[in-house]
């Protein structure tokens, strides 16, 4: 007996990722350290203009996407108007900055993501009292019909929302603390990198308190939570105003960041895109909105300089996501945490090498794929430009059939190969979790 | 007066007529898997734009039945191959798919047909006037979309009330498990009403797209609005739908002609305007006209909070 | 399994297939910002084709200053924010020259945000080409040293139309109709104002504003139009507001003259002939293809066979000529010193006739053409959308009746 609890006591401790010995303080504030000399150290490495800016998006993105996943990950409210409290944050935040302006306060930039914060907690007080009585496919609804009304009215009250152009301002006209004008883009970025690891460390420390714990209960089953005494409504209410508050500082930041705000902030795609960098980065973990939100920011920048029917490919690794990895990138890393805990590195590295075996033939089979769209997308629309198109630095012509047959066999050849992987990767799977369950029995 | 009123009457009745051609394939689909079907108005597009092909080869009455067919058979096959298998993710999960099949569908309809409106013409045998109202011409292929709609939603009613199929589909409706155990294929039921729902859909494409501009926006304008109707008409009731798409359409319809604005209102009654360039003034001028495209919303919001169940709806969530 | 081998493959895939453009040294690049995907992708990559056509009819010519233009395309996906994030990338790429046009709310973005770069940025100063975005506000309120504007403005439009009414006493009952944004305000406000100073005696019979793209029926405006007995309209409206527009008037039997913007624009011209309004529908232009300038019909000659569509843009065509001119005469490609030589430059326009870039608002003013669409006759080669119908001139403005006043207040650096 006493063998076994001398053994359970040497098992490292549950989620260790330090050695045993490591005081709590540490082990508490490490990551954020690290993080906020991440942030402080990228700028060096991605120095360019258009870097700078791409950094400044990922940054509002993850405090968006962050906010998001406090309604679907954590209540498991599902909503399509988040983008709502999130463009009127960015409107207040624009207001207040001409008047600021205008009148000459003293009240320097960084202060004003709190008029984006006050005005997000604000519209999402009012709008939640309506919207969180009901939740599931009702809560959704509603949310649609928020953010439609809300967008549509941007028409119709000019004053606030600018018209068609939106509302302009000019972030160097504050007042300078430190000889900081904010006008060149680095200096925006330490703003929002500053705000963003701040919001993050928020976030986080909801999550661990009671209420965040309630609003998880809530989503597993709120009659239950009824029974320990909690107000499902209420704790639905808390929740939908907080998230409200963290968008209105995302839309702030995007007010400072571009120095205009339009009525595209509080519109239906915004929604979606906040949706999908939730849902693809992974809704269950705290670090998947982050991830989804640099992976989305980055692919909406890029890939239309590469294709024209990048919505396209959007669309289709949303719906591979929803169909074969609904628990998001996030969820995928978190499945190998047995492993990691385990310390079961052989096999770990075994399972990557099959991975990269596996990965070679579906990059071909992707490659043929998106070979047989450019291709189709050419003939039918672009006719006109000519046979020929550029596509990997070749030069293919979309009327010939060798083109399309190559395309075939990339694709067929590819996936075949890709099925073949399988049972090696299985297998692999297999031993590592063989193993992982047996390094926690006597060793 | 009297002619706009009749004219706007006729109009309404039409686009509501038009939206209930839609809408009820949507609510057979959401009464039967309480899935909100996102990409419903994309299959409406795609039916437009087979109906313009098929047209282009063998004309618009063949169209009419061949590209609902086709349209409802790729539905049964996203259905059985997608649908089903992502079900088993939740249901935050069938809704996020139909959503990224909206967009998917959206887009491939760019890529094959271009991005700009296609000829789609109103056939020679219907491009007449059929009466004429004080001096407006009132074209017959309207009123064939009229006589279309209502014969549909009598053929449903007739269906799902009277033959074998519709009462399985309807007790399939509430007490799923108990059907299966009757021994009846629920997974087929389920794939045949997917396939059915995205064919009315379709045919509403083909018939409405002559009509309007067809093109690879069409879904985006006419979604939100189908949804507004089937959640206010109410989850699970065909009639609902049909009372709620005329509603939608004939209030629509009325409020674009409305050129009353609060400041009518008020001012009559003499309250004094106020100074120009706030929100208030924005609101002071706004005419009912401007607030047409926001009235099925706030009608959405109101019903979700007073009556969440819909006007005549049986299914609470 | 599948699924995350799939998701870490399309992520490298997109890595392995971003191709990064090379600069070559001797090029002048040109950077085309409007939508190329979605929604307004049909005009914005028409406006593509435009200016690579454009590039290479320049290049064949000598360039610009002796290098090669090349037209480098961003996609604003219709978004403002997308416009400023694109125009960030092309001028980190080295671009020096910004052109768009669709959609003047991103015009007054970019406008905004060149006016700030180069203030904060001296010495790397960019210049912004407008080449379509018709709000008058672009070259008033919000006007910029370093934005020129090639299109006639939307006053400047309806100034030209009404001096063309001035004269023609058929038209007794007008009614406005426009899509309820800033443009559509735009000229309802000015019609109402230079008919009521110009033609006292016409009565505007209605003024109405609809939703933007949002009508997908227009029989009840229509109806309207028929009961208020106007003999003719005018209306601003483009895209899928125009040609529904001029469906319901067809299916109602609707028998008015339709003076219009944009009733050329892609689409238009089918519209019409499917609603069979021969002669009915008008347009206020820069150009009229069927116009018997030789230089201005060979161009367009060879562009339809070449693209394959209608020149759409004569003022593109003016607008590289100019900056090809400008470089010249500079005998540099500073923007500082190419945007000095444009302030106040004289031409001869494309369609023939005189043009000058006012030093005040760098607002470009040329003449103005109205033309009728219709069935056109054997000396006129050019027909629309292969419709047989073609744009047949009725009036012409002259410059100097084109000229609007202005409010602007601009730097011009010394």
């Known amino acids: 007996m006493s063998d076994a609890a001398s053994d359970i006591a040497k098992l490292p401790a549950r989620g260790a990722l330090y050695p045993a010995g490591v005081p709590a303080a540490v082990r508490l504030a490490g990551p954020w350290i690290a993080l906020a000399l991440l942030f402080l150290l990228l700028p060096l490495v991605f120095a360019s203009g258009s870097a700078l800016t791409m950094l400044s998006l990922m940054g509002i993105m993850i405090v968006f996407a962050l906010s998001y996943n406090m309604l679907l990950g954590e209540t498991g409210l599902l909503s399509f108007g988040h983008a709502v409290y999130y463009g009127l944050g960015g409107f207040l935040t624009v207001h207040a900055m001409n008047a600021v302006i205008r009148d000459g306060l003293p009240v320097p930039l960084p202060l004003l993501p709190l008029v984006g914060a006050a005005g997000g907690l604000l519209f999402g007080i009012i709008f939640g009292s309506v919207s969180t009585r009901r939740a599931g496919t009702a809560f959704a609804m509603i949310s649609l019909g928020l953010g439609e009304l809300v967008a549509s009215s941007s028409l119709i009250l000019r004053g606030f929302f600018g018209g068609e152009e939106g509302v302009s301002t000019n972030r160097t006209k504050l007042l300078h603390l430190f000889g900081l004008n904010f006008g060149p883009q680095i200096q925006v970025y330490y703003l929002i990198a500053a705000w963003c690891l701040v919001c993050m460390a928020a976030m986080y420390a909801l999550r661990r308190t009671p209420f965040g714990r309630m609003c998880n209960a809530v989503r597993e089953n709120a009659e239950r939570a009824q029974f320990v005494g909690y107000n499902p409504q209420v704790v639905r209410f808390i929740a939908f105003s907080l998230a409200g508050l963290f968008a209105g500082v995302a839309g702030a930041l995007a007010a400072i960041n571009f120095e205009l705000v339009n009525s595209a902030a509080v519109g239906a795609e915004q929604s979606g895109l906040v949706l999908l960098a939730a849902y693809i980065g992974g809704i269950g973990n705290f670090a998947g909105p982050v991830i989804g939100a640099i992976i989305v920011t980055w692919l909406e920048v890029m890939l239309s300089d590469v294709t024209e029917v990048w919505q396209l490919y959007f669309g289709l690794l949303f719906i591979g996501m929803v169909m074969f990895a609904p628990q998001g990138i996030a969820g995928l890393i978190m499945v190998h945490e047995p492993l990691w805990q385990a310390r079961a590195y052989g096999s770990m590295l075994w399972l990557a090498v099959t991975y990269l075996i596996a990965l070679l033939p579906a990059l071909v089979c992707l490659a043929g794929a998106i070979v047989v769209i450019e291709m189709t997308y050419h003939i039918s629309v672009k006719a006109s430009d000519g046979p020929a198109i550029s596509l990997f630095h070749l030069t293919l012509d979309t009327t010939s059939v060798k083109s399309w047959l190559a395309a075939a066999v990339l694709l067929g050849g590819g996936f075949v190969l890709f099925r073949l992987t399988w049972p090696l990767v299985g297998a692999a799977w297999h031993d590592a979790f063989v193993e992982a369950r047996g390094a926690g029995r006597a060793k | 007066m009297l002619e706009l009123v009749t004219i706007s009457t006729l109009n309404g009745v039409l686009y509501g007529m038009l939206l209930f051609l839609m809408a009820s394939g949507l609510t057979l689909i959401f009464s039967m898997m309480g899935v909100l079907n996102f990409a419903h108005a994309s299959f409406y597009m795609l039916g437009a734009f087979f109906g313009f092909q098929i047209s282009q080869y063998i004309g618009f009455w063949p169209a009419l039945v061949i590209a609902p067919l086709l349209v409802g058979g790729i539905g049964a096959l996203i259905e059985r191959y997608g649908l089903r298998y992502v079900h088993r993710h939740g249901p935050v999960a069938e809704l996020l798919f139909t959503f990224g099949l909206a967009f998917v569908i959206v887009e491939i309809v760019q890529m094959v047909w271009g991005k700009g409106p296609v000829d789609y013409r109103v056939p020679q045998s219907l491009d007449f006037s059929a009466f004429t109202v004080f001096s407006t011409n009132y074209p017959a292929y309207k009123m064939f979309e009229l006589l279309t709609a209502v014969a549909i939603f009598a053929v449903l009613f007739a269906v799902l009330t009277r033959t074998r199929v519709g009462l399985i589909i309807q007790a399939s409706l509430t007490h799923p498990h108990m059907v299966a155990m009757l021994g009846h294929n629920v997974p087929r039921v389920f794939m045949l009403v997917f396939g059915v729902g995205t064919g009315l859909a379709a045919v509403a494409g083909v018939i409405a797209g002559p009509a309007l501009v067809t093109q690879s926006n069409m879904a985006a304008a006419l979604g939100p609005i189908l949804f507004v109707v089937v959640v206010v008409g109410g989850l699970g009731s065909l009639a609902g739908a049909f009372v709620a798409s005329l509603l939608i359409g004939l209030i629509q319809t009325f409020a674009v002609s409305i050129n009353l604005s609060v400041a009518d209102v008020l001012g009559r009654l003499g309250v004094a305007p106020p100074t120009p360039g706030g929100v208030l003034a924005d609101v002071w001028t706004v005419t009912v006209a401007q607030l047409a495209p926001i009235i099925p919303y706030l009608l959405l919001v109101l019903i979700l909070i007073f009556r969440p169940v819909g006007l005549m709806g049986t299914r609470e969530h | ?414």
């Open chain 3, 1 to 414: 399994m599948t699924a995350h081998v799939r998701t870490m493959l399309f992520a490298a895939a997109t890595v392995a297939v971003t191709a990064m453009p090379a600069a070559a040294e001797d090029t002048v690049r040109l950077a085309y910002v409007d939508p190329l995907s979605g929604g307004g992708a049909s005009i914005g990559e028409i406006g593509l084709k435009e200016f690579n056509y454009l590039a290479e009819v320049t290049n064949a010519n000598g360039g610009i200053l002796g290098r090669k233009l090349e037209i480098v395309p961003y996609d604003n996906k219709l978004n403002a924010q997308e416009t400023l994030v694109q125009v960030q990338k092309a001028i980190d790429a080295g671009i020096r020259f910004i052109t768009q046009g669709n959609g003047s709310a991103f015009a007054a973005a970019i406008e905004d945000f060149v006016q700030k770069y180069n203030e904060r940025n001296p010495g790397k100063e960019v210049l912004y080409f407008n080449y379509a975005a018709v709000d008058p506000v672009l070259t008033n309120e919000k006007c910029s040293y370093w934005h020129f504007r090639w299109d006639a403005n939307s006053d400047i439009k309806m100034t030209a139309l009404t001096n063309y009414m001035k004269t023609r006493t058929n038209i007794k009952k007008i009614y406005l109709i426009n899509q309820d944004y800033s443009f559509g305000q735009a000229v309802r406000k000015e019609a109402r104002a230079m008919l009521t100073a110009k033609r006292p005696d016409i009565e505007i019979v209605g003024d109405e504003v609809h939703p933007l793209l949002k009508v997908t029926d227009f029989s009840p405006y229509v109806a309207k139009i028929n009961a208020s007995g106007a003999d003719s309209v005018i209306t601003g409206n483009w895209g899928q507001d125009f040609a529904l527009l001029l469906k319901a008037a067809a299916d109602a039997g609707l028998q008015v003259d339709w003076y219009t913007y944009y009733a050329g624009g892609t689409g238009g011209p089918t519209a019409i002939k499917q609603a069979n309004l021969p002669d009915r529908v008008f347009q206020i232009s820069e150009g009229v293809a069927n116009e018997p300038y030789a230089p201005a019909q060979e161009f367009e000659k060879a562009f339809r066979a070449k693209v394959g569509v209608t020149l759409f843009y004569p003022r593109a065509v003016n607008e590289i000529r100019m900056f090809a001119q400008a470089a010249k005469e500079a005998n540099s490609l500073e923007p500082v010193k190419i945007a000095a030589k444009l302030d106040g430059m004289q031409v001869t326009v494309y369609d023939g006739g005189d043009g000058f870039m006012r030093s005040d608002d760098h607002q470009f003013f040329q003449p103005m053409y109205l033309s009728k669409l219709g069935p056109i006759s054997k000396d006129q080669p050019f027909d629309e959308e292969n419709t047989g119908w073609g744009w047949k001139m009725t009036g012409r403005i002259d410059t100097k009746d084109t000229l609007v006043p202005t409010s602007c207040k601009m730097n011009h650096p010394s």
